[in-house]
């Protein structure tokens, strides 16, 4: 009984009521069928008034005949405000709103719950609910994400604020059904674009990144969450379609690569060797910088489309603790190489996008004696599996602690933003790639 009178006390305030008919209204004159079914509405109404007026006999016959008239008409008004409501709220809005009663946590100090306005279809198949958010802020729907994904039966794919900063936008896919395990990548439908790649799915909307405007991507998760798996796929579109020249990082020497990598990128297994990679590509990202400065192109883009094309280059690094990570009985020449090594990735994090010099970073540990803050202020976060202290140093919140199953959801990831997707895995034959 309460969640219905706190329900009813939300959806019957005055101005719910009149925008819900005004919306009707508007449908209704936009709709031929609908316009049709108001006018046989209308007729009905008269013509049982003329009945009435017609069987009314005896002294008293107009008065009686008055009132039922008065008494239709009520009827009839009363009905149709129904009915022009109904057709002016969103589809399913009455169970959706009883579900949203149940959600503990969203609501006022006043204990309002949040009003649903619209629902609108994208096309990419998700749809994208408003709602009068009544002061309740954008963090809590973000705490809330999986209350609401199980009240209302959809994805939450993200959560924004609207235009007026007063309402909230959640983007959504219904009825998703469960994650997948596996999610292969067909390369026959990857993005046209060069600078973006495919990372994943959130229940059918597919998720993408594009470098050109998020530059470089920190990856992290225990082992075995499938940070591997997923590095691979990005560079594999790297490779496959893009044509970016792409440097592997790691120190176990390839092992869950395979040698036929060799052939396709720079595979660097060794400080020393990183260091001299690091030193050439700054290089050329100034080589860009002052080819950029001398033909007025903003990005590496603009560039492209005037001169010589110029490829993307990624540095991907499988452990970039290994890379970074100094020991106690480290010598002095070695902590110098890692500091410069160090230097040398937050300089290309900071001015690497508009040269088309990428960073994809992936890690089990993300404390900041591993990553310095000239690096982490310049990458976009995505944490997998992980305990709670991984997450909040990843993405500042405990969410992916919370939301991803440490058991069963090897290949999820959440990004900083707050989408949640399965990564794709690659499927794609050898005599797919380019040789280097």
Sequence with gaps: MD??????????????????????????????RLL????????????????????????????IAALYNAALAIIFFSAGLVLLWTLGTPKEFIPIMFAMTKIQGLTNAAGEIPVLLSRTSTDSGGEIWEFEAYGIPLSTFH??????????DVAIVTADTGS???????????????WPSVLPLDKFKLPEKNSVVALGENRGQSVYNDFSVVPHLL??????????????????????????????????????????????????????????????VKT????RLDLLHETDCPNIDVYNAKHAASPRIAVCFDEVAEALEKSSGMSKEDKERKEQISYLLGS????????????LLATQRGSAEVLSGQIRSNVQA????????LSILTLGTADAHKRIPKFSARGRFLREDGTMFQSYYCTFEESDFPQK
């Design 3 to 32: 969640e219905q009178r706190t329900l009813f006390k939300q959806v019957l305030k005055t101005r719910y009521l009149l925008q819900a008919i005004t919306t009707g209204v508007q449908r209704l004159c936009t709709g031929k």
């Design 36 to 63: 049709r079914y108001a006018g046989a509405y209308l007729l009905s109404f008269f013509v049982l008034c003329r009945i009435v007026s017609a069987s009314s006999t005896g002294i008293f016959a107009g008065m």
């Design 143 to 152: 705490d809330a994400v999986e209350k609401l994904e199980s009240a209302l």
């Design 164 to 178: 007026d900063g007063r309402k909230i936008l959640l983007t959504v896919v219904p009825h998703p059904g469960p």
């Design 219 to 280: 990856i992290t998760g225990q082992s075995g969450s499938g940070k591997s798996v997923f590095l691979k796929t990005i560079m594999l579109q790297f490779l496959f379609k893009q044509q970016w020249l792409v440097c592997l990082v790691d120190y176990k020497r390839g092992a869950d690569y395979g040698r036929s990598w060799e052939s396709r990128c720079a595979l660097i297994t060794d400080d020393e060797s990183l260091l001299e990679l690091l030193q050439a």
């Design 284 to 287: 050329e990202m100034e080589r």
């Design 348 to 359: 290309l994090a900071r001015l690497g996008r508009a040269a088309g010099i990428h960073l």
């Design 382 to 389: 995505i944490c997998g599996i992980a305990n709670e202290n």
